[in-house]
């Protein structure tokens, strides 16, 4: 739930929270003040009954009668004038106040007594509860259909304060990972000054950092490359010149696998998603993967291995040499650990708007935690001890990651029937060929 969403409601709930008391506190006060009012207009209408011209002897008038209103006059022990519905004893009557059930229904009663009458005074006490009511509503009906015009007013205003914080958002939101320029707008509001200070201090540091990772490998890569080269024309001369012996052969295959690792470090420095976007365009994957196993296939035939490639083709738009990169990796990796006369099985389908390149392989597999740590850099699972005995830099994963990131694809690892790894990558959006 967003800030200006919570704020709102928080508001709100006090407001309708605050009005609903009000009215507990507007009922309370307009009931005792209501039977302050009805018992003084209670002693007003007794007064009045005890100054009629009524006499025992001659024939009592009858008042005009009011449902809201009951009476009993009393003189002498005798009943000169009354409700039909009022119809107790003056036995029955206390002087002053009190309620009683009458005609069915809860009564408050006055009685007032002098020398010569007794008047009885009684009304309903629903007329009370309706008079506490109306003028209950009366104040607060002008409140409550006010609620939805302060919700109104609540919104606005607290967007309106919420607005930088907005914008400040959005333009994140907005931002390219590599974008590390400093946000440079001015504000007022002293809460979003010191956030911006910090983000664009930030926003530094990480660009050094970055910066400093991105090219320190790929320079010290370039700056490898040379003397390598120099090595290998020196080693090659010896060979010429002397003949093979064990101490070249180990230095060759040193030389070769230092090499390897600076063109991993030089690959891993290139493949930046916003640097191959831009010059995507359609690519068959059936084709680029038929031309990788081609590549590879002096590799396979020395192992004795058995591959397959099953599926329809499909288009994606992509650039060639991140994709043979990735799939050329991937395939290396199941050379690599499918043992002598083992199978690998590369399959192209389709499922629903995914299309997925998957590969399976008949090695010893690997565990959960060597899949969570694959793709750390120069990571390699059992390292150099491995039963494969084969030799690597640790970095062919974390390449695929980057070129998985570079078309926003996703990747799966998980167990093959074939006894070993399989690994899927699923793309989104690609064309059906």
């Known amino acids: 739930m967003s800030i200006r969403k ?46 009629q011209p009524l006499s025992i002897n001659a024939m009592a008038p009858k008042m005009q009668e009011s449902a809201q209103l009951l009476y009993q006059i009393w003189q002498a022990g005798e009943l000169l004038s009354g409700s039909d519905e009022l119809n107790l004893d003056l036995s ?130 370039h700056e490898l490359r040379t003397p390598l080269s120099s ?38 420095g290139r493949t930046q998603p916003e640097q191959w976007q831009k010059q995507f365009k359609e690519q068959s994957l059936l084709a680029i993967t038929r031309e990788v196993v081609s590549q590879l296939y002096e590799k396979i035939e020395a192992k004795n291995h058995t591959i397959s490639l099953e599926g329809d083709d499909f288009i994606i738009n992509g650039d060639e040499f991140t994709l043979v990169t990735l799939i050329s990796n991937l395939l290396s990796n199941a050379i690599k650990y499918a043992p002598a006369n083992g199978q690998i099985k590369i399959t192209l389908k389709q499922m629903h708007k995914q299309r997925i390149w998957q590969i399976e392989d008949s090695g010893p597999g690997m565990t959960d935690d060597q899949k969570q740590r694959i793709f750390n850099r120069f990571y390699r699972v059992g390292g150099d001890q491995h039963p494969s005995g084969e030799q690597g830099a640790g970095l062919g994963m974390a390449i695929v990651q980057h070129i998985i990131a570079i078309y926003r694809a996703e990747i799966h690892l998980t167990d093959s029937d074939l006894g070993g790894l399989k690994v899927q990558v699923v793309f989104a959006g690609a064309k059906c060929d």
């Open 6 to 51: 919570r704020l709102t409601l928080i508001l709100l709930s006090m407001m309708v929270l605050t009005c609903f008391l009000a009215l507990v506190k507007g009922y309370q006060k307009s009931m005792s003040h209501g039977e302050q009012l009805l018992d003084s207009e209670l002693k007003v209408v007794a007064g009045v009954l005890m100054q």
């Open 92 to 221: 029955q009557y206390q002087a002053g106040f009190q309620t009683l059930n009458i005609a069915g229904q809860r009564m408050r009663v006055f009685v007032f007594v002098t020398s010569l009458r007794t008047v009885v005074v009684a009304e309903p006490i629903a007329k009370r509860f309706e008079l506490a009511e109306a003028v209950i509503l009366s104040a607060m009906l002008p409140m409550l259909w006010a609620v939805p015009l302060l919700a109104l007013f609540i919104s606005f205003f607290v967007k309106y304060a919420l607005a930088p914080l907005t914008r400040l958002s959005k333009q994140l939101a907005l931002r390219q990972a590599n974008d590390f320029t400093a946000i440079n707008w001015q504000v007022t509001d002293e809460e979003i000054k010191p956030v911006i200070s910090r983000l664009n201090d930030l926003f530094k540091r990480v660009e050094t950092a970055y910066l400093r990772e991105r090219f320190f490998a790929s320079d010290a890569a």
């Open 231 to 268: 090595l290998k024309i020196n080693v090659h001369n010896l060979a010429a010149q002397q003949g093979d012996n064990q101490e070249l052969q180990a230095m060759t295959q040193g030389i070769n696998r230092l090499s390897n690792i600076v063109e991993q470090m030089l690959i891993l």
